[in-house]
């Protein structure tokens, strides 16, 4: 059963202060709809612990983001200093620490903060070529009917 914050200090202060028990919580508030089993379970981690709130660290850890496969994934998709076009593609970073795609995305764009564009090639202009488009885009503006 999921609780409120309100809910888990006002159990908290009736069971320290009053010695509410399960039972007389759930008889109390039944508007609640408080499950006698979470109750048991929210007394006992005060009992056991003397707080409510969550352990630290009693997530699901982070297998894949510690911070060595970070400083790796760091260290392959950026070029080095002074080699250019020494980076590597999600793909190759994925095969070479061995750890999965998706977590390689994640640590770029989570944790470093980084944008992955995959280059395009285009046309590059020359000069001439501006002052060609210049001159024919004006020769166009002349022409349009009004």
């Known amino acids: 059963m999921v609780f409120s914050d309100e ?9 320290l202060l009053k010695n509410y028990g399960p039972a007389k919580l ?5 508007e609640k709809n408080w499950n ?8 006992k981690k005060l009992r056991e ?20 496969n970070m400083s790796s994934v760091e260290e392959l998709i950026l070029s080095q200093e002074g080699q250019p076009q020494t980076h590597r593609s999600i793909c190759q970073i994925s095969r070479e620490i ?8 994640r640590i770029i764009h989570d944790d470093l903060r980084l944008k992955c564009v ?11 070529d501006r002052a060609v488009r210049l001159q024919r885009a004006k020769k166009t503006a002349e022409y349009v009917p009004r």
């Open 7 to 15: 809910d888990k200090v006002l159990i908290k202060n009736l069971y």
């Open 26 to 30: 759930m008889s109390e508030f039944p």
């Open 36 to 43: 006698r089993r979470g109750l048991e379970n929210l007394l």
């Open 49 to 68: 612990t003397g707080t409510i709130d969550r352990k630290k660290g009693s997530g699901r850890p982070r297998s894949a983001c510690t911070e060595d």
């Open 98 to 105: 061995g750890i999965l795609k998706s977590s390689v995305l």
């Open 118 to 128: 995959k280059k395009r090639r285009a046309q590059e202009l020359t000069p001439s």
